[in-house]
DNA sequence: TGAGAATAATTCAATGCTTTATTAAACTGA
DNA sequence: TCAGTTTAATAAAGCATTGAATTATTCTCA
């Protein structure tokens, strides 16, 4: 399973080897983690004694994993330290979020700086095999276009959507090829670690470290697109569920007896809270005879009307649109206070297309949140629009794979600790 | 903060002394887990070599703490391993259960097993001073019934209802005594460790400890009593959510504009999916003329039916208490079919009086469950009800108390491992 | 019945780690 | 300006840990 220079085999390792694997990414993590330390920082970072950070760095200085940062800024007193970071030219992470319509792609360095970021048409997703193929030449037009070299990459990261089983890199909507999980099969084509995962779980990772979440040990990350999607952090770490199905919460009922939802159901939030909702209720009304600027000035049909006509209209004041929105707002408000209720969050981002386009929107989320949530529970949650916007699930997936690079806990055999 | 012979005072301990502690912890709490096992086991178990482990042990054997178990099976050839447990005789754990009406004492012995189990009528819960003696005057009966002395108790683990911050030891509905957290107060009364618990969390905890979620990674246990409550076990442990005030599961809305419920807000599932609901409706549909022989065959006014009344009817056939538990029960379905599709755990286990005492009851919310979850998601979920009865959140308090006084994580000073 | 096989625990020398002391390098203030 | 202070890293000594070899104990089968 480990295939670059960063870890070597492990195939039969003594007690003390694996300590010194331990160690090493105990420390890679560390800085990974926390950006350029001291010696000093990492002992008491990592619960090392000073004598041993300071001969592990010096090992892994000499096989150039990690750098003096540059920038030296003595201010205080003594002896100033000696800074280690990453060296972000040891190796590159790269991330790509697969998903129906576009796939992005986003290589990192090692000091988890955006090398390049890429966005291209989706090669249909499938469990056809093939796809392998056509997704190697995606990744070799992208690593050239950023002038990465192959032999430099440490890792791929793969977010896909559907059905997904992270933790044993198993797709099952796509990517579900039969004999072997997609990671096995990737892994070996590749020669590589590869990471698969879900969407919404990789786009949590990503607002966890590069976004919102930062420093968060409780967020929910709602992604309003077409569907309806939730990723979960409980207790600073991802929560997939028994069977790495957590999170489907498109489908609670929240209409009883409501509209007939794709998934055979009734009343799903996604009927009334969703891309595909919207664009539903909108050409249902404007069949019906509801007038509205977004058909009368842009003589569109019923047909042609989707989200981007709605949230346009909203943002150009038009009630009928506004109405519309503000619906789906307080549904999902409503929706997501059942999540505060339950899990009693610390920050609710709303990512995808309709929060992003529509300002408007998280504040009729928030209004229905509130209303329908106990106070205790709602008093501190923060609401917050994604700032990472379709690139949260990329960045996600990539460092994602980084943790697992340097991933400490495997190596550590104990039960308990 | 630590108290007994079994965790030296640990102000200034070197690193060596710490990692000693830990050792001692990790034999310990694997002994607790595990039962008697052998030092090869334990060397398995704890991930540290047999050497170490039998140093460790041989200090534990002279201080009494472990003892090798009388029966010998020896079937298997070589050398009969010289098999390790808890001392029972060496302390006890006392789990307080404080409800509204009755207060559960278990005290279990290092074995976790039950030496006493007592049922008395709860001290008036409140937020004065006061009651701590009277608490402590319980707890002396309690002993003293048991034929436990003070000094052979380890700890005290009490639960309770209303709001409470576990990781912090603090009291907020009741035991909320200003200063200090109810924990330290306690702690430094009585001279021992102290674990305060919410009553949910600690129900769960005892479900997964010697009940039916043993073994059982995602597990959600419902309580149905007057109230409703859940606590939740996701990836293995007891959620709090960000301030300890997750799992407020009765007031997620479920009818649209229906019951006011004491909360505030309309449509709760308490009002709809409870012994306060069941009650309230039964009353209110008999004072409106409706005909069951829970009225007639008993001759009770209105004003005295209540759940238990409704439940013995339903044994008995009566249709108007069949429906109404059934009522209830796909209520209680329908929400407990969100909480699997959000959570997908692999357990729901359902306790309190209704669930309990009316064996139907379950079967009305299996089927509420599995009709509005996603089938990948309910495919593989167990139902159950508790077998504990009202003796699991005192046991779950108890090693609470005990993973507690075997804690190894808070001793190491890692951020990672 | 006793030698060998199997399993478990202990012993002990070599190795590696923690601790303490020392060196290094900068700032502070009389 | 220089001794004292502060902070950081290294060196060396003593002690704890590892891992291989040894001892211990029982079972199996000739």
């Not at 990517?175 to 786009?203: C, Q, T, W, Y």
Request: with cysteine; glycine share 10%.
């Amino acid at each position: 399973m480990r295939h670059t220079s960063l870890t070597p085999r492990s195939d039969k390792m003594g007690k003390v080897d694996r300590k010194n694997q331990i160690r090493r990414n105990l420390i890679l993590r560390a800085l990974l983690d926390y950006g350029p330390k001291s010696l000093t920082d990492l002992a008491k970072i990592t619960g090392m004694t000073l004598p041993v950070v300071s001969r592990t760095v010096s090992v892994l200085r000499r096989e150039k994993l990690v750098i003096e940062p540059r920038e030296k800024d003595t201010v205080q007193a003594g002896r100033p330290p000696s800074m280690v970071k990453l060296n972000g030219k040891a190796g590159f992470l790269l991330g790509i979020d697969i998903g129906r319509l576009f796939t992005n792609f986003i290589i990192l360095d090692l000091e988890t700086r955006i090398v390049s970021d890429t966005r291209r048409k989706s090669i249909p997703l499938s469990n056809d095999i093939g796809i392998i193929d056509e997704l190697e030449k995606e990744i070799k037009v992208v690593l050239s276009l950023a002038g990465v070299e192959w032999s430099k990459l440490l890792g791929i990261g793969i977010s896909l959507p559907g059905m997904v089983k992270g933790k044993e890199g198993l797709g099952e909507t796509y990517f579900n090829f039969g004999d072997a999980p997609a990671r096995e099969i990737l892994s070996r084509r590749f020669d590589k670690p590869v990471h698969i995962e879900h969407d919404l779980e990789a786009m949590a990772f990503g607002e966890r470290w590069f976004g919102a979440a930062k420093d968060v040990k409780n967020a929910l990350c709602v992604n309003v697109g077409w569907g309806l999607g939730l990723g979960m952090i409980l207790d600073g770490k991802v929560f997939y569920g028994e069977e790495g199905y957590a999170g489907e919460f498109g489908h609670i009922q929240v209409v009883r007896n409501g509209e007939l939802c794709y998934c055979g159901k009734r009343g799903c939030l996604e009927t009334v809270a969703s891309g595909r909702a919207i664009t539903k209720i909108a050409r249902d009304r404007i069949t019906k005879g509801a007038s509205t600027i977004i058909v009368s000035e842009h003589k569109l049909t019923p047909d042609e009307i989707d989200t981007e006509a709605v949230v346009k209209g909203a943002a150009r004041g038009d009630e009928f649109s506004i109405e519309l929105l503000e619906d789906a707002g307080r549904y999902l408000g409503a929706g997501i206070a059942m999540l505060i209720n339950l899990l009693n969050p610390a920050l609710v981002i709303l990512g995808g297309g309709i929060p992003t386009a529509a300002p408007s929107f998280l504040e009729s989320v928030r209004a229905g949140a509130k209303k329908q949530s106990l106070v205790p529970l709602n008093r501190n949650v923060k609401f917050a629009v994604s700032s990472l916007g379709n690139k949260a699930g990329a960045l996600g997936v990539a460092v994602y794979l980084a943790e697992d690079l340097f991933d400490v806990q495997r190596l550590n055999p104990s039960a308990y600790v």
